[in-house]
């Protein structure tokens, strides 16, 4: 099992450009997540998805989008990059929402907005 | 919203030096799971707590749940180099969804 995998590892981009972090499990996990990590501080839940096709806003959604078409997929859309978006970003997946349910994550996609 | 507040935000303790971080809610939780991120690594899951008053161990790590299930704290006893990392308390609330709240982390530096 490779787990929680994310591309790119690190990405630059312009004001105003476009790109999407790609997300993908193999733990055949139903609930996915996105987090948003800033320096000093703690994980911001950005969308999350309870499976194919159900996707939901979390605590900071602005300037995101995402999609669930598959179990194992879970990309996150950033539309006119902003330098507010400079930050590492975390996928993240679990099986349920059960109380002992725990989230794995990915190695994080470092992006900085120039 | 819930909220959860973690301190302190940076500990600095010489190697063999206990550590200490607190994590308090603003709301009464159904669990809470506590995380390790190593620098430059991503958050990798310790222990969860359920019950009012657990306490549960792992070697030099010991957590508690407070008995209102609004505080927790993890204890590092002697600590060592490999200690290093930041570490994230996560509240589940009652009706999250499998949503977790993750406390703003501690950053532990351990000095050889």
């Known amino acids: 099992n490779a787990g929680v995998t994310q591309t790119p590892k690190f990405r630059i981009l312009k004001i105003g450009q476009s790109m999407t972090l790609q997300c993908t499990q193999d733990?055949?996990?139903?609930?996915m997540y996105w987090y948003r990590q800033d320096p000093g501080m703690g994980l911001k839940l950005i969308y999350y998805?309870?499976?194919?096709?159900?996707?939901d806003k979390g605590e900071v959604p602005n300037g995101y989008n995402v999609s669930r078409s598959t179990t194992e997929d879970f990309p996150l859309r950033l539309e006119l990059a902003a330098p507010s978006q400079t930050s590492v970003y975390f996928c993240?997946?679990?099986?349920?929402?059960?109380?002992?349910?725990?989230?794995?994550f990915g190695p994080g996609t470092r992006l900085t907005v120039l | 919203g819930q909220q959860v507040m973690q301190i302190p935000q940076y500990q600095h303790v010489q190697e063999g030096e206990d550590f200490t971080t607190y994590c308090n809610s603003s709301?009464?939780?159904?669990?809470i799971q506590w995380y390790k991120q190593r620098p430059g690594g991503h958050p990798v899951f310790l222990i969860q707590?359920?019950?009012?008053?657990e306490v549960k161990k792992q070697k030099r790590l010991t957590f508690q749940f407070g008995e209102a299930k609004k505080n927790s704290s993890l204890h590092i006893t002697a600590t060592q180099t490999t200690d290093v990392g930041t570490y994230f308390c996560a509240g589940r609330g009652g009706t999250s969804y499998g949503k977790l709240t993750f406390g703003q982390g501690t950053i532990l530096t351990v000095h050889p």
């Open positions: 993240a997946s679990s099986y349920g929402t059960g109380i002992t349910d725990t989230q794995y």
């Open positions: 709301t009464t939780l159904s669990n």
């Open positions: 998805s309870v499976g194919a096709g159900i996707t």
């Open positions: 733990m055949n996990h139903n609930y």
């Open positions: 707590l359920v019950k009012s008053g």
